[in-house]
Antibody, heavy 121, light 106 residues
Framework: EVQLVESGGGLVKPGGSLRLSCAASEFTFSTYSMNWVRQAPGKGLEWVSSISSSSIYIYYADSVKGRFTISRDNANNSLYLHMNSLRAEDTAVYYC??????????????WGQGTMVTVSS | IVLTQSPGTLSLSPGERATLSCRASQSVSSNYLVWYQQKRGQAPRLLIYGVSTRATGIPDRFSGSGSGTDFTLTISRLEPEDFAVYYCQQYGSPYSFGQGTKLEIK
């Protein structure tokens, strides 16, 4: 079964750092663009960051630019989100999501179950 | 691009027709408009991409239409499992989501 599994969430103090991971299985990870999307408690979806299959194209939402870094390890079928200078407003469930087809950008056809990040003192 | 969905909440009964709107602040390039369904406690599910193409396994009671800045998701006859939150998304610049429409049972 095609699957994405996030990990690495938890409780962190304001100003702290965290690294999220997303493990992909049962598809050729290296040929797909990937994304991180977050959802604050009781709120809507917010796109966070995108990375193309070979890491050439990387984009960030303005709300995280300069604080978050997306990366991937195609040899190990893994996607990462390095989060620094965390703020209370970064509290959310973080999902990794695959772009449909071998396109640079597109609809997100596979989603993980999400990992919760809580930023609080 | 800012996407604005309306209404915020839609109250309907099973068997009725649902019409959800998504308006963009500027034209969505190449019809890069998508719809997702999210049920409580679950990840979003892809319903429609490219404005009107149903994703794999999506029943034909779901349809998408529109162009430019105005898009619509229609559910022709509501089933009990259709009551959820629906989001539109554009992927042209690079990505943004609407704030969602909650479809609730009347």
């Amino acid at each position: 079964e095609v699957q994405l599994v996030e990990s690495g969430g938890g409780l962190v103090k304001p100003g702290g750092s965290l690294r999220l991971s997303c493990a992909a299985s049962e598809f050729t990870f290296s040929t797909y663009s990937m994304n991180w999307v977050r959802q604050a408690p009781g709120k809507g979806l917010e796109w966070v960051s995108s990375i193309s299959s070979s890491s050439i194209y990387i984009y960030y939402a303005d709300s995280v630019k300069g604080r978050f870094t997306i990366s991937r390890d195609n040899a190990n079928n893994s996607l990462y989100l390095h989060m620094n200078s965390l703020r209370a407003e970064d509290t959310a469930v973080y999902y990794c999501a695959r772009v449909r087809g071998n396109y640079h950008s597109g609809a997100f056809d596979i989603w993980g179950q999400g990992t919760m990040v809580t930023v609080s003192s | 691009i800012v996407l604005t969905q309306s209404p915020g909440t839609l109250s309907l009964s099973p068997g009725e027709r649902a019409t959800l709107s998504c308006r963009a602040s500027q034209s969505v390039s190449s019809n890069y408009l998508v719809w997702y369904q999210q049920k409580r406690g679950q990840a979003p599910r892809l319903l429609i991409y490219g404005v009107s193409t149903r994703a794999t396994g999506i029943p034909d009671r779901f349809s998408g239409s529109g162009s430019g800045t105005d898009f619509t998701l229609t559910i022709s006859r509501l089933e009990p499992e259709d009551f959820a939150v629906y989001y539109c998304q554009q992927y042209g610049s690079p990505y943004s989501f609407g704030q969602g429409t909650k479809l609730e049972i009347k």
